[in-house]
């Protein structure tokens, strides 16, 4: 079967010909814990506040990706941005780990499989469907690829200390979004799924390979559950997206 499928020909060498930690060192300063931040309206607003610092500028064809220092209470934690989609979430999950972080808690938002999901609603991702390619590359070929246990846990702390209701599922990440076809929803439902999204399969794939913790919070945006795709507005739920980063900070703080 692998000689047919390349992206099925895992390669468990441990070091690749370009591995991040000989591109980049260790940075001073840098906090053990770390957001991964999907919503960059969010950084702008706490960037323009005044509430972060740069610590390193990360680059790319596209430009400049930039890693802050974002306190929360009294701790401080790396807040970043990693783009859209699992190829592009990896290179600066994996850089980041490479300059010194080792805790992470992701949010962000994703599409509900399931039209009773009210819009902003929480979601922790279980477990991911492994519809993308990235993963590959990190683990052997599954189907499926779980979020670290112990940041499952600490989302769910926090959620209850806050008394936030929230949903435990698994979720669907595809590379392709303009191919979320009714089929593939109603399957994707069948095994278990009330999300899909583009990253949190690499991201949970990559930390495993990494041997990090991570976990992802994920709030319900647009809906896939109908007969047409409704957008609900989810881009401009600013008040869940908000908040969501520092649920985050907190969960990850407990790691």
């Known amino acids: 079967m692998a000689d ?8 468990p060498t441990p070091e690749a010909i370009i591995e991040p930690k000989r591109l980049l060192k260790p940075l001073a300063g840098m906090p053990e814990h770390g957001v991964i931040c999907f919503f960059q309206d969010v950084i702008d607003h706490f960037l323009a506040e005044g509430q972060l610092t740069l610590l390193k500028n990360l680059r790319s064809e ?14 401080s934690v790396a807040l970043v941005q990693p783009g859209m989609g ?27 499989l399931d039209q009773d999901i009210a819009l902003g609603h929480l979601l922790i991702p279980t477990r991911a469907i492994r519809d993308e390619g990235t993963s590959y590359h990190y683990l052997p070929p599954a189907r499926e ?6 940041a499952v846990t600490a989302i769910e702390t ?13 979720t669907w990440t595809t590379d392709a979004i303009f191919r979320e ?10 095994e278990g799924c009330l999300a899909v ?26 809906n896939l559950a109908g007969e047409v795709w409704d957008s609900r507005g989810w881009q401009k739920h600013w008040t869940v997206r908000e908040k969501l980063v520092a649920l985050a900070a907190e969960a990850c703080l407990l790691l």
């Open 181 to 190: 076809t009714q089929p593939k929803v109603a399957r994707r439902r069948a």
């Open 62 to 75: 596209m430009g400049h990706h930039p890693v802050y220092a974002f306190n929360y209470g009294n701790q």
């Open 197 to 222: 999204e583009m990253e949190a399969a690499a991201l949970f794939a990559i930390a495993q390979f990494r041997g990090v913790p991570l976990g992802q919070i994920l709030y319900g945006g647009d």
């Open 145 to 150: 690829v779980a979020a670290h246990p112990a």
């Open 86 to 112: 699992a190829p592009f979430a990896a290179v600066i999950l994996d850089e980041v780990i490479a300059l010194g972080c080792r805790k992470f808690i992701a949010c962000g938002g994703a599409g509900v």
């Open 4 to 11: 047919s499928f390349p992206i099925l020909e895992y390669d």
């Open 158 to 170: 926090v959620l209850q200390q806050h008394q936030i209701d929230y949903l435990l599922t698994k």
